[in-house]
């Protein structure tokens, strides 16, 4: 019998970077999955909070490498075809955009299909002393108040044997084992759309040049579509065939021959070579599950909350998931938290999922209706930033102040919002805020903080904001904490601001201990 202390079921993009997070921390982790998904078609693509995260943990020059310049956030355009002429362009309005692209120390256009994401994390986790097993199903589990033990598959010769875990984590899709053995069904699944998703290989960057710097909708007599380049060099794509002539209302299979005749038609051009990977039928489902945890074992991706394609959010809010339980089983594996702080993972997911499930809702009930795309972004451009990552975190592991919701196009931070990202320079050396952060508990103080920094411990350090990293501004910390030059922030391992102090208490150092022994579930 085998014993970790974390095992995650599903090696998706998820299930790899919740192992990954772990690993990084020093926790014993093994991933199982049946197949080996790394050898499916390039699909969902990350946005710049999957870089943060993955920033943090040391892996951003990897990701620079492996990434490429893709087209910023929400601006596509409608071709008649590929080798037509650009009917309609859109953008979110001036104000979301500028935010969109300024609101990250990643350049918004830095684009990374889960391919080489899952490639990443996979290498990556391996090195850290984590395990991965393909072939290898979670046939059963019981949870005790103690462990978990779990029975896991040969998927080829059937031979079976036991795992004890201390936790387990579901990260196996939509269709979960995991959370169908814990109970927790979808209540309110509703599908929106019943689509065929094209992965095929076609030279085609000649006849959409635009497909670098927009998002491409083809819609003529014969068929609405996307094609989406999935690499630099235009030579693989995904169409997502919404409509034309003659779809049925239920879900159904396209064959090939139906496939490439669509496809041609969305090209313009039949002698354009296609090489077809796969096209699989799918239905556009929204929900969230009843629950995304049961005593020992967690729900994380598509086995917490299903959606749509529409924004782009699914597969970054699971990674995002993932990377907020990791630091809190880590906490309380290593007796640094106690057990209810593990209490706060499914409210905060929880509204943090509505948020993106909120963004998919409105895209794809829009693009289905073929809603004008410019009217349908001003709409949507606030959903897209609170989904993507400027959601609110209310539990327990956050402690609120007096500070009311601000708009989300201001920039101050506010506890239980991730810190925002302000440029500063540090020795010569070019930093962002979340820099200064990484993926531990940190205090940030202000210009006149000099009095906070005896308060580091081995798991709290203490950084400094002064003017001269802000350029001589002695108004930069102040604006972006909301705080006196005295005041300070506290930051989550996540990069969220779990409390805020005006100013200086009279003793730092007994204040900062009561926040943590709190916010660390002691209490």
Known sequence: MERFEVVVAGAGPVGLSTALFLADRGVQVLVVDKRDPLDGPPRASTTVRTWELFRAIGLGPTLDRAGWDGPLPMRSMVKDSAVGTVLHRAAPPPAYAERLDTCSPVDSRRAMTQYELQRIALAELRRRGGQVRFGAELVEFTATAEAVHARVANAGTGREYQVVTSYLVGADGARSRVRELIGADVPDRQVDARLNTAFFRADLRRLIPESATHACFIRNEQVYCTLFAKGAAGDRWSSHIMDYPGKPAELARLSAEQTLRLLHAAIGDDTVPIDLIECNAWEAAIGIAAALRRDRVFLVGDAAHVQSSAGGLGMNTGIQDGHNLAWKLAAVLRGQAGETLLDSY????????????????????????????????????????????????????????????????????????????????????????????????TLLTGPNGTGWLTVGTNDLRVRQITAAMADGDPAAFTDVAGTEPDGALLIRPDGFVAWRSRSLPSDPNDTIRSVMHTLLGHT
Not at 385 to 413: C, E, H, K, N, P
């Open 346 to 441: 499914e409210p905060e997911r929880r509204a943090a999922a509505e948020a993106s499930l909120a963004l998919s809702r409105r895209l794809l009930r829009g693009y289905q209706a073929q809603q004008d795309t410019n009217q349908l972004y001003m709409q949507a451009a606030a959903d897209y930033l609170r989904g993507m990552m400027f959601y609110r975190y209310d539990s327990r592991a956050v402690l609120t102040d007096d500070a009311a919701a601000t708009d989300i196009l201001d920039g101050q931070a506010i506890p239980g919002c991730r810190l925002p990202h302000r440029w500063l320079t540090d020795s010569d050396r070019h930093l962002s805020t979340l820099d200064l952060v990484g993926a531990r508990w």
